[in-house]
């Protein structure tokens, strides 16, 4: 055997693009990605580009073992053909749904 990681974030974009799906949801435990996580100067996104979501990445705003995963999928979903990633939380997900809550992040 070897020893092998599967992330849950990237496998669920991987099987939403093979099922041509138009819409991931990517559930976590806040409500927002949010730039400045935990920081005095902390600011929620609401709505990004996926090319946003892409630099924010690479300037390191979301660390690779939390948020920075999940805003990875919802890229390779995009590239991938998807036309909406929602990032949120399990109790925001109706309202992120149905009311644009939590980030939504949609092509550029």
């Known amino acids: ?3 092998a990681v599967i992330d849950k974030d ?7 693009n ?6 991931l949801i990517v559930l976590t435990a806040v409500d927002h990605v949010y730039l400045d996580f935990n920081k005095p100067g ?4 609401d709505v990004m ?4 979501a892409g630099q924010y990445l690479d300037q390191g705003h979301f660390a690779t ?3 920075g995963p999940k805003v990875r ?13 929602i990032i949120t939380s399990a109790e925001n997900l109706v309202d992120a749904v ?3 809550r939590g980030t939504h992040i949609v092509p550029s």
């Open 1 to 3: 055997g070897v020893n």
């Open 10 to 16: 990237l496998s669920s974009a991987l099987l939403a």
């Open 18 to 23: 093979e099922l041509a799906a138009d819409l």
């Open 42 to 45: 902390q600011r929620q996104i």
């Open 49 to 52: 580009t996926v090319d946003q």
């Open 65 to 67: 073992g939390s948020m």
């Open 73 to 85: 999928a919802a890229i390779n979903f995009l590239h991938g053909g998807g036309r909406r990633a």
């Open 98 to 100: 149905l009311h644009n």
